[in-house]
């Protein structure tokens, strides 16, 4: 468990709160504090004397993030991780004018944001910042990974998030910073086929809570998969899981039960190790 303290003004601290409605999942007011809160990354009690102490996991997010250079790009992925579901990857331009807003949604590392704030915050960042984004079918992700790995696949898919962006008529930034998922050189490696490739790119692990533009992608790419998923399950009328643990196999046999193992294609990535066990 992590402390973080700081000082702020009544105004701050209920902007604060505010800020975080949507991520609140318990409230109430010990004695000499305007509030405390519960989200599911932290607590947060904030007394009358204008200190705020925020407890929780993962909070490095609150340390004082060193300037930022702007305007940047940054990229991110998401459904690597799960069985059901597409892959989703998105890059994103923030401009400097833009940060404060985008400061004040709560805009940070998306995998700590409940899917209900992604899906009030994400369609605002979308509206605001120029970004691309790419969503591969499982359909089509099966076929490809007749050829291609994982890494493979993503790093191809972040080179053309990029290039779309400049074929919507953007001018790339000098900085741009990917999440990383592979050495720069493997990555580099991977893209040596192809016909154009974005370079100069700076690579950094955890960078969703670091990068301002590398959280906003990673909160569209989010929301954009919660999206197809909800439509899969529309589709099929099945509620999957996500993940890809025991309870995913449960999910997915009792999914081939419903509708026969050639579906199974459609919805899962079938090179995953639960498709054996199931
Ligand atoms: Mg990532």
């Known amino acids: ?101 985008l400061q004040t949604l709560g805009v940070h590392d998306s995998k700590q944001i409940t899917d209900n704030a992604i899906l009030k915050m994400a369609p605002k960042i979308m509206e605001l910042c120029p970004h691309s984004v790419l969503v591969v079918s499982n359909k089509k992700y099966n076929e490809v990974h007749l050829s291609h790995n994982m890494v493979d696949i993503k790093c191809l898919l972040h080179n053309q998030a990029y290039i779309n962006l400049e074929s919507k008529g953007y001018t790339l930034p000098d900085f741009i910073i990917i999440d990383q998922f592979v050495q720069e050189k493997t990555y580099y490696k991977y893209l040596a086929k192809m016909p154009k490739v974005i370079r100069s790119i700076h690579f950094e692990t955890k960078a969703e809570n670091k990068y301002i533009s590398v959280a906003c992608a990673s909160i569209i790419a989010r929301y954009t ?53 199931i």
């Not at 004082?64 to 994103?92: K, L, N, R």
């Open 1 to 101: 468990m992590n402390t973080v303290t700081k000082k702020m003004t009544k105004q701050e601290i209920f902007e604060l709160k505010e800020r975080i409605q949507a991520q609140i999942i318990n409230e109430s007011q010990p004695s000499y504090t305007y509030y405390q809160v519960k989200t599911n990354e932290c607590t947060i009690t904030a007394y009358t004397s204008g200190k705020v102490v925020f407890q929780g996991k993962n909070i490095d997010w609150l340390a004082p993030q060193e300037p930022s250079i702007m305007p940047q790009a940054g990229s991110d992925e998401v459904g690597t991780g799960d069985y059901f579901g597409p892959v989703v990857v998105c890059a994103c331009i923030v401009n400097k004018e833009h940060m404060e807003y």
């Open 225 to 277: 998969f919660l999206q197809s998923w909800k439509k899969m399950e529309e589709a099929y009328n099945f509620h999957f899981e996500k993940g890809a643990g025991s309870k995913v196999d449960l999910c997915a046999r009792a999914f081939v039960e419903k509708f026969g193992k050639d579906a199974l294609s459609d919805v899962a990535k079938l090179h995953f190790a639960n498709t054996k066990r």
